[in-house]
């Protein structure tokens, strides 16, 4: 069974519009929590990164919330934009374990 | 500053062959983490190389294997391919003391076998 849960698997908004994806995790002990844009065919890269001890995090139109208590991290899209259609990564490392937990991330389809 | 390689970006291969594909890794980074990833899903953890050694290693079967070069360059290697083993191949560098430091993936190279 996977550590890391995204849902919804899929979603599709129109240009302009919000969006808010979710991550629920059970692996531990919990070292830092990362969300990734991953286009077709090409490597995923990093949008924010969150320890521990933080709770909200922005890059841009991205904002991600961590609650560590009950192991749940989400990822608000603001104003989307046509390029922000790809699948995001939830991925969770283990403290004193640089091995990464990835889920099976969320494909966001944004439409004019 | 180049960011992480990888070579070739595409490869057709047949069951039975054998394969090896390349990382190169951000400048200043001495760790490499390779990845595969089926259509539709997460990349799944293969190994990590540093200091010329593995590591770590995820689920995979001996028919996977690897190598770190002292130039920190990987290679993945993958013997007796079978149809499952089509997927997107990534490799991810990072720097091992900073254990909160993002890893930065390349874009991966895209394995089909027939």
């Known amino acids: 069974k996977n550590q890391v849960e995204q849902s919804p698997q899929s979603l599709i908004i129109l240009e302009g519009k919000n969006c808010t994806l979710q991550c629920n995790y059970t692996v531990s002990p919990f070292s830092n929590l990362r969300w990734y844009k991953q286009d077709t065919g090409r490597g995923p890269v990093s949008l924010t990164i969150m320890t521990f001890s933080e709770n909200t995090k922005s890059n841009g139109r991205y904002t991600a919330t961590l609650d560590a208590d009950t192991k749940q991290s989400s990822l608000h899209i603001t104003a989307s934009q046509l390029s922000d259609s790809a699948s995001y990564i939830c991925?969770?490392?283990?403290?004193?374990?640089?091995?990464?937990?990835f889920g099976a991330g969320t494909t966001v389809t944004v439409r004019a | 500053d180049a960011g992480v390689t990888q070579s070739p970006t595409h490869l057709i291969k047949t069951r039975g062959q054998q394969v090896t594909l390349r990382c190169s890794p951000k400048s200043g980074h001495d760790t490499v983490s390779w990845y595969q990833q089926a259509l539709g899903q997460g990349p799944q953890f293969i190994f990590q190389y540093y200091e010329e050694e593995e590591r770590q290693r995820g689920n995979f079967p001996d028919r996977f294997s690897g190598h770190q070069f002292p130039n920190y360059s990987s290679e993945l290697n993958v013997n007796a391919l079978l149809l499952g083993d089509s997927a997107l191949y990534l490799c991810?560098?990072?720097?091992?003391?900073?254990?909160?430091?993002?890893?930065?993936f390349g874009p991966g190279t895209r394995l089909t076998v027939l």
């Open positions: 991925v969770v490392t283990l403290r004193n374990d640089y091995k990464l937990s």
């Open positions: 991810a560098s990072s720097l091992l003391t900073a254990s909160t430091d993002t890893q930065y």
